[in-house]
């Protein structure tokens, strides 16, 4: 990660709102593994991108046919796509791309500890040898919504740093702490830890 480095942006993406809506879809889809290709430049096509990743894993299919024709100028309308793609994407785990994805940004062992399996069970899974058990899948999938947020303040080591470093809003205690074992993101635990990485979404700090 990552696959957005935006160098350019075009109408009606100029907009802050849509822009703001756009790049976090972007950004959770990249998260997740969903990216065919970098985008450098937000405009249509990046959204085109952004629906093949969404076809490729089965979510959204109802605006497929939208997303690949061109999503328009309406910036009401536009709005609503960004959030309906935002909330499907947060509802939707893809654990085939999304272990790879993680892999790279988290590594093996620390990707281990915070789901709360072995290492080598990482690996079976990043493999195909075995069926992600739906648990997993939604810890795995929930790894990846936190990253996403992540992405905006850190970079991949600083995402790394990020959960082992003791928070006062997490009690004194790190995010790793509150993950790793059989926990569930409705959770106390992840939960707070799921509040505290989406407040730093969007923050300069690099």
């Not at 894993?57 to 793609?85: K, M, N, Q």
């Not at 059989?182 to 939960?191: A, I, L, S, T, V």
Request: with cysteine; hydrophobic share 45%; charged share 25%.
């Amino acid at each position: 990660m990552s696959n957005i480095q935006i160098e350019s942006v075009r109408h009606p993406f100029d907009d802050p709102r849509i822009a703001s809506k756009a790049v976090t879809a972007l950004i959770r889809a990249d998260a997740m593994g969903l990216l065919p290709r970098k985008i450098t430049c937000l405009d249509d096509s990046a959204i085109r991108c952004l629906g093949t990743g969404l076809e490729r894993a089965g979510i959204c299919r109802r605006l497929l046919p939208e997303l690949r024709g061109g999503v328009g100028t309406d910036l009401v309308h536009l709005s609503g796509v960004l959030e309906e793609i935002r909330d499907a994407l947060d509802e939707s785990p893809v654990p085939a791309t999304e272990w790879p994805a993680l892999q790279e940004v988290l590594g093996a062992e620390l990707l281990a500890t915070l789901v709360g399996i072995s290492a080598s069970s990482v690996r079976r899974y990043l493999a195909g040898a075995r069926a992600t058990p739906d648990a997993v899948a939604v810890r795995l999938h929930f790894l990846a919504m936190v990253v996403a947020d992540l992405a905006g303040a850190y970079n991949d080591i600083g995402v790394r740093r990020w959960f082992g470093r003791a928070r006062k809003r997490l009690g004194g205690s790190s995010p790793d702490q509150l993950l790793g074992g059989d926990w569930w993101p409705d959770d106390d635990g992840p939960n707070r830890v799921r509040e505290l990485a989406a407040s730093l979404a969007g923050s300069p700090v690099t």
